[in-house]
């Protein structure tokens, strides 16, 4: 996760709690994206420190528990970097370009110049991020379902170049033997069974979250940047403060008005934070005008202060004593540095560079 600093409602439905249950179901690696960050805000990097603190006290609130999995701070392992960097050398240029995410953020993005290097090799820096632990699988939303799969084909070339093959010396197709073949055709020769490769890399598959929709304050997707988001660590009066402003359904102008809750960012958060009665009330009373919009904004502020309240403790705890948030990452950082040198030692003897 790229370091923004506080984490809102939509980091959480997102991403975080799907996290927290796969902690429990795998050898989970969770790492702070500060040089991805980079790729796009290398223009100021002056809060980039206090907010891994923020964002990484939030996951700790949200129960995140490196007892069950590793946190880590990416630039603190140079040898992503070196691991990235030996994937360059192997990533054809066209593979990057037809990213999606690639041509929209350019598009999108205006305000900051980022047709850099650093820019359009991001995906590949992923790539290293991913396969330095030989992850079977990598939790997405689905616009990230691409940079996976870019990360399958990094893989597979890499391991068609250094990985060790057996059955190489006597096969021949097209009259080629193994070694005078191009990179298609040594896939040809493992497609057909004639020569096996022992992979440095596994090919990890996506695990797609499934992430209910949750729009912010003013309708829109919930962000940091469009300023309509409800931050975890945000005190019940400003909860309340920031649902009572919330947009509803506009067709319900008057009182007397019926609505239809599926059009309102409320009823978004009722049903994800709010106890299963309440939801029933707020859907019936909702579509016969029976509730105003105040008393069912109060009764979902109610049911989202409830579901924070453990959460704001928690994070209270790290606030208190912040070193503890540093120490964990160090402590994670020690332990993935064991894996990531591990993996190095293999990827460096395979590209003669020992
Ligand atoms: S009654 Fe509730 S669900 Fe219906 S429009 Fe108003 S706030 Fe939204």
């Not at 033997?177 to 090919?203: M, Q």
């Not at 940091?224 to 919330?246: C, H, Q, T």
Request: aromatic letters at 8%; a negative charge; proline letters at 7%.
């Amino acid at each position: 996760m790229r370091p923004t600093g506080k984490l809102h409602l939509g980091n959480l439905v997102g991403a975080l709690e799907n996290w927290v249950k796969l902690q429990d179901q795998y050898d989970c690696y969770y790492f702070v994206a500060d040089w991805h960050m980079l790729t796009t805000d290398y223009d100021d990097p002056s809060a980039l420190q206090p907010n891994i603190q923020e964002m990484v006290t939030d996951w700790l609130a949200v129960g995140l528990d490196p007892a069950k999995a590793v946190f880590f701070v990416q630039s603190r392992l140079p040898e992503h970097a070196e691991l990235f960097l030996l994937f360059s050398m192997v990533t054809p240029l066209g593979w990057l370009e037809r990213v999606p995410t690639y041509k929209e953020q350019l598009e999108n993005i205006k305000d900051r110049d980022i047709h850099t290097f650093g820019f359009l090799g991001y995906p590949v820096l992923q790539a290293a991020d991913i396969l330095m632990y030989k992850a079977d699988c990598v939790p997405v939303g689905e616009d990230q379902v691409p940079h996976v799969e870019l990360t399958r084909e990094i893989a597979r070339r890499f391991n068609l170049l250094y990985g060790r093959n057996d059955g190489a010396g006597a096969a021949k197709l097209d009259g080629k033997t193994y070694a005078e073949s191009s990179l298609e055709g040594k896939a040809e020769f493992i497609h057909r069974g004639l020569v096996t490769i022992d992979p440095l890399f596994p090919e990890p598959e996506s695990l797609l979250t499934p992430s209910p929709r949750l729009r912010g304050t003013d309708g829109r997707k919930m962000s940091k940047s469009y300023n309509n988001a409800i931050f975890l660590s945000d005190p019940p009066e400003v909860v309340s403060k920031k649902v009572a402003g919330m947009m509803t359904d506009p067709a319900r102008q008057r009182r007397h008005d019926p609505g239809d809750p599926e059009k309102c960012p409320v009823f978004d958060h009722h049903k994800i934070f709010s106890q299963p009665e309440v939801v029933e009330r707020a859907n019936r009373e909702c579509r016969t005008a029976e509730i105003g919009c105040v008393e069912c904004k109060k009764l979902m502020a109610q049911s989202l202060n409830k579901f924070l309240e453990p959460v704001q403790e928690r994070r209270k705890a790290y606030e208190q004593a912040p070193q503890k948030v540093w120490d964990i990452l160090e402590e994670g950082t020690r332990k993935a540095r064991r894996v990531a040198n591990e993996t190095m030692d293999e990827v460096r003897a395979a590209v003669k560079l020992t």
